[in-house]
């Protein structure tokens, strides 16, 4: 194919990508009695911040962004920790039982949500977690995914470095802290991006176990406003415009390693 | 150590012998696998075994739960709201597959070249991929927009009167496919392109001397070759087809007429409009199943057309 047709393919492509992004923040400045306007008007004259006013008025959008932001973490450093940990386990420390218990991680890995969302609901009822931050963060405080892809990168790490260490006189936590756990660095960081970005976009749970507005996260915050404010699209565009931004400014400063790390997880 | 089915290497690490003591290590190993252990036993395995239990009983989530049996699973099977479930998620994964793949596949061999901006292009291609359902169903929501829709302006430019998108019942699922495919073609791109770059280039090259066409390069070399991140590709968006959930719950709500009810979107309304956990979780697990014999199916077959090498 001619050099000129590829770019032009590609280029075609980049705007079909991020047309859609463009047209949420032109909508969300757009005046409120010209959003449903036909044709639709491209240069909206004395654009308006209103749509943003009115979201704020509505719900304690900034802190759901905060919420979002902090439970993402949350449940990504908790998620790190206890894999890594457990990762460590299956990978160097004998016991009894090794491969069953191994064996039941994996099980629970092919679980899909659905499963799981309406007795944990139940669960959750029973403690009366509804409603709470803990029942947004509990059922991802553990991953057998982050155990499966932290044992595959610890397995690489060549025991000559433990046994160097335990010459040193370091016991299993002083390896784990001070060799294992550097070593698989990438590995860490991988997982990382995958947790954030699970926590950052989930729906279905946040949908039916939150229901105040303050302990709401992103997305249902956004389908919430959507069910208020059904045909004001520009609020409803607004709340993308300032849910998107966030993740962006991250994904600027990570869009290298984030892509590797998809690429990755197919060449197995 | 020699009690232990542990490889013989496990016990090196420790320099010291210390025969028949199996649980030497008791206290340690707690430490460890007990943080992960203990949350998911109580929010991943406890609501599985509960799960299954509650599948064999009627319960409204209020009063007591009444004893069923496999009254649940021979009701949804010839259930004709559950095999509409069904049949619009196969709808949906009919429509979206193919449409991802070829999209995606187009688009990794186009940028499987030196060109100027190519990191650039990858990044924006990827940006759906990071961006949230809720946000991309809104975003699509309002661009399938019937009335003053963008989409439906733009077709109005050149003469096509736009369809009623996610309003109308023969439409509606065709626009959750078209959000879909847009939100994980930079997905399947980047797996793609990861596989074509893994092919050596000392292939092409003597194909290209022994005089195979370029037609002939791509069919004997590049797609066998690229064939287990296809597979990959292939099994996990049935995986997420299946379960999808998200995109029918902003977009349509299942609707119009129950047009766009998928299999995730029935367990939502079976438990919390209808108030059949019951039946609920009787359809979760009759899912899994489905799921889990695709997969196997897929695993096995894969002999047939992957070409590990």
């Known amino acids: ?268 | 150590m020699t009690l232990t089915a542990a490889p013989p290497e496990a016990g090196a690490t420790h320099g010291r012998r210390a025969p028949r003591r199996r649980w030497r290590h008791a206290g340690t190993v707690a430490v460890f696998l007990l943080p992960s252990l203990v949350p998911l036993t109580l929010y991943t395995l406890v609501p599985m075994v509960a799960s299954l239990w509650t599948s064999l009983h009627e319960w409204d989530l209020i009063t007591e739960m009444r004893w069923v049996g496999l009254g649940n699973y021979v009701e949804l099977i010839g259930d004709p709201g559950t095999r509409a479930a069904f049949g619009h998620t196969l709808y949906f994964i009919a429509g979206y597959l193919p449409l991802v793949y070829l999209g995606g596949l187009g688009l990794a061999l186009l940028l499987n070249r030196a060109m100027a901006g190519r990191s650039l292009l990858r990044g924006i291609y990827f940006l759906p991929v990071i961006t949230s359902w809720v946000v991309v169903a809104l975003m699509w929501k309002w661009l399938l927009n019937p009335a003053s829709g963008i989409v439906n302006w733009a077709l109005g430019l050149v003469g096509v009167s736009g369809p009623g998108w996610w309003t109308d019942p023969a439409w509606a699922m065709p626009s959750v496919i078209l959000a879909s495919a847009w939100k994980d073609l930079g997905f399947v791109m980047i797996i793609l392109l990861a596989g074509l770059q893994a092919i050596p280039k000392e292939y092409q090259e003597a194909a290209m001397v022994d005089g195979a066409s370029a037609v002939r390069r791509f069919r004997h070399i590049t797609l066998p070759l690229l064939s287990p991140s296809s597979f990959f590709v292939v099994v996990i968006s049935l995986i997420n087809g299946f379960q999808m959930f998200d995109q029918v719950k902003i977009m349509t709500g299942g609707g119009p007429g129950g047009a766009t009810q998928v299999v995730v979107s029935q367990i939502y309304d079976l438990t919390f409009r209808y108030g059949r956990a019951g039946a609920a979780s009787a359809l979760s697990w009759l899912l899994f199943a489905l799921v889990l014999l695709v997969t196997i199916v897929q695993i096995r077959g894969q002999k047939r057309w992957v070409t590990y090498g």
Do not use: C
């Open chain 1, 1 to 268: 194919m001619g050099r000129a047709l590829r770019y032009l393919a590609v280029g075609l492509g980049a705007v079909v990508m991020l047309f859609p992004f463009a047209w949420a923040l032109i909508t969300s400045i757009t005046p409120s009695d010209a959003v449903l306007a036909v044709p639709p008007d491209f240069t909206p004259e004395g654009a308006s911040l209103d749509a943003y006013g009115k979201l704020l008025e509505t719900l304690p959008f900034w802190r759901i962004v905060a919420n979002s932001a902090w439970i993402g973490a949350a449940s990504t450093l908790l998620q790190l920790v206890t894999s890594a940990m457990a990762a460590y386990a299956f990978a160097r420390l004998p016991f009894p039982g090794r491969g069953a218990l191994f064996a039941v991680y994996l099980a629970t890995l092919m679980m899909p949500l659905p499963v799981l969302v309406v007795p944990l609901f139940i669960e959750m009822r029973m403690f009366n977690l509804v409603d709470t931050y803990f029942a947004l963060l509990a059922p991802t405080i553990a991953s057998a995914f982050g155990v499966f892809l932290l044992r595959q990168a610890i397995r690489q790490v060549p025991r000559e470095f433990d046994e160097a260490a335990v010459l040193d006189g370091a016991g299993h936590f002083r390896i784990f802290l001070y060799v294992v756990l550097p070593l698989i660095r990438p590995a860490l960081a991988t997982f990382a991006i995958f947790g954030f970005m699970a926590s950052w976009n989930s729906y279905l749970w946040p949908l039916i176990i939150i229901k105040s507005p303050e302990f709401m996260t992103l997305p249902l915050g956004l389908a919430t406003l959507h069910g208020q404010f059904t045909t004001e699209w520009d609020v409803v565009m607004a709340g993308s415009v300032i849910s998107v931004v966030p993740i962006l400014v991250l994904y600027v400063f990570a869009q290298k390693h984030v892509i590797a790390s998809v690429a990755q997880s197919g060449l197995k």
